[in-house]
Nanobody, 126 residues
Framework: QVQVVESGGGLVQAGGSLRLSCAAS????????MGWFRRAPGKEREFVAA????????AYADSLKGRFTISRDNAKNTVYLRMNSLKPEDTAVYSC???????????????????WGQGTQVTVSS
C-alpha cells in the first residue's frame, strides 16, 4: 500500500522560494505518475503539477508554468515541487497524490488520483 507524506511548507515573504517534498512508501512507487494539488482558503482544490513515472514528462497549471518545477527521485521515493517567485495568492495547503492509472497521459483532476498525503501549509506574506 502506497503512503505519501508532504513536508517543506512554511511561511515565506512574497518573492521568496520554497521546495516541497513528497515522500512515498511502497514497493511500486516508481511505476506511478504523481501530482501536486493545492487548496486555498475558500477555494476548491486545484491542479498544480504532475510528473510521469520516470520523470520523462511534466504538466503544470497554466498560471503556474515558469514559476513552479516538479521533479522526482525514484531512488529516494520522493517527488519535489520547487516554487519560485511566490505570491500571496499561492497561500494554500499543498497535497501530493498518486495517479493509479499507469497511463501515459498526465492527469489534472483530483478525482483521478489516489493515496493522498495530509498536505503541507504554504503561507506567503506580502
Amino acid at each position: 500500500q502506497v503512503q505519501v507524506v508532504e513536508s517543506g511548507g512554511g511561511l515565506v515573504q512574497a518573492g521568496g522560494s520554497l521546495r516541497l517534498s513528497c515522500a512515498a512508501s511502497g514497493r511500486t512507487f516508481s511505476r506511478f505518475a504523481m501530482g501536486w494539488f493545492r487548496r486555498a482558503p475558500g477555494k476548491e482544490r486545484e491542479f498544480v503539477a504532475a510528473i510521469a513515472w520516470d520523470g520523462g514528462s511534466t504538466a503544470y497549471a497554466d498560471s503556474l508554468k515558469g514559476r513552479f518545477t516538479i521533479s522526482r527521485d525514484n531512488a529516494k521515493n520522493t517527488v519535489y515541487l520547487r516554487m519560485n517567485s511566490l505570491k500571496p495568492e499561492d497561500t494554500a495547503v499543498y497535497s501530493c497524490a498518486v495517479d493509479p492509472s499507469l497511463g501515459w497521459v498526465l492527469k489534472t483532476t483530483p478525482y483521478e488520483y489516489d493515496y493522498w498525503g495530509q498536505g503541507t501549509q504554504v503561507t506567503v506574506s506580502s
